[in-house]
């Protein structure tokens, strides 16, 4: 079965970085295009970013362009999420998606 799982979060200060993970099992990872997507306290599902399968192509809502940057490993069957520049409003839960499949989300808080 189709399995998502991420990693990475955690408090930081406003302007630092992390990089998220999303490990990914029970398909074959290097045939398809993965999505991050977020959820901010008491806010619906936001599109943030995409890459294509073979990593020729890659995508961000404007909000995170420039300080976003989505990555893959298909030899690791992981997708990452390197988030730089961190404000406030990036707080929120993320989740690497996959069609109808999602996993558990990884916390961020942006936060002094």
């Known amino acids: 079965q189709v399995q998502l799982v991420e990693s990475g979060g955690g408090l930081v200060q406003p302007g630092g970085s992390l990089r998220l993970s999303c490990a990914a099992s029970g398909f074959t990872f290097s045939s398809y295009a993965m999505n991050w997507v977020r959820q901010a306290p008491g806010k619906g599902l936001e599109w943030v970013s995409s890459?294509?399968?073979?990593?020729?192509?890659?995508w961000y809502t404007d909000s995170v362009k420039g300080r976003f940057t989505v990555s893959r490993d298909n030899a690791k069957n992981t997708v990452y999420l390197q988030i730089n520049n961190l404000k406030p409003e990036d707080t929120a839960i993320y989740y690497c998606?996959?069609?109808?499949?999602w996993g558990q989300g990884t916390q961020v808080t942006v936060s002094s």
């Open positions: 998606n996959l069609n109808m499949y």
């Open positions: 890459i294509t399968s073979g990593s020729s192509g890659t």
